[in-house]
């Protein structure tokens, strides 16, 4: 009997969460679109009425969690190579690219932002630490270490790296004064947090092409596809420009 009191209730439980959540997806976000995603977010719901739930983390370990069969209805990732993975192997649809994003250095510290260039920057010998995302599971950590090995400075500056979890952190991390500088994405210099410092492009690194798909295993794949076409429609294109995405 006992059991069976225990059934129901655990039944009545998740049919009245999911009533609440029938409107609504759980989308995987990586780090660098977490700003535009929350105003594209509150542009869908009042176009479509759908609630999109985010989880925001490196897109490393969102695969990772991906793979582990965690209940995504969709991935925007900050690579292609991820969810190309995904489809061959069966686990989401077809990807779209959704937006195109550049790496740049930032720093709330005055002094620093006199200086030309970003390269300039970190030859400052008064610099002790610098952050960045951790390349491994982090595009845009990625494509920074890659400018700055084409650039000869990847052994001058390894000693003073310091690794955040994706490129959020990498942010925070200047912002809160743990390191002097940190490599970022150019969204985060739009944030009212951002304004009160300065960056530098960096040339030299790789376009970051971002990839969205939908996680096969969704049970919401009509909803899901309406999110991905509205993600390519003008209405965000001037969210993604704004954010200085291409």
Request: with cysteine; charged share 20%.
């Amino acid at each position: 009997m006992k059991k069976t009191l225990l059934f129901l209730a655990t039944f009545l439980l998740f049919v009245g969460s999911n009533a609440g959540a029938a409107e609504s997806l759980v989308v995987a976000v990586a780090a660098n679109f977490a700003l535009p995603m929350e105003e594209i977010g509150r542009e869908f719901k009042e176009a479509k009425g759908i609630t999109l739930q985010t989880t925001i983390s490196s897109t490393g370990k969102l695969f990772a969690q991906i793979k582990n069969w965690a209940p995504y209805d969709l991935f925007l990732a900050a690579d292609t190579a991820r969810p190309e993975l995904l489809f061959a192997e069966g686990l989401a649809g077809e990807p779209i690219v959704y937006a195109k994003g550049q790496a740049v250095l930032w720093s709330k510290n005055i002094e620093l932002c006199t200086r030309k260039n970003w390269q300039d920057v970190l030859l400052d010998n008064k610099l002790k630490k610098i952050g960045i995302a951790n390349p491994k599971t982090a595009p845009y950590g990625s494509v920074v270490k890659k400018a700055l090995q084409q650039a000869g400075l990847w052994d001058k500056v390894a000693g003073k790296l310091v690794y955040a979890g994706n490129v959020g952190q990498s942010f925070q991390y200047a912002a809160m004064g743990t390191v002097a500088v940190s490599f970022t994405a150019a969204s985060f210099t739009v944030s009212d947090q951002g304004q009160k410092g300065c960056f530098w492009p960096i040339p030299e690194a790789d376009t970051v092409v971002q990839k969205a798909c939908i996680i096969s295993r969704s049970a919401k794949q009509d909803m899901a596809g309406e999110f991905l076409t509205f993600l390519q429609s003008p209405q965000v294109q001037k969210i993604l420009n704004k954010y200085g995405y291409r």
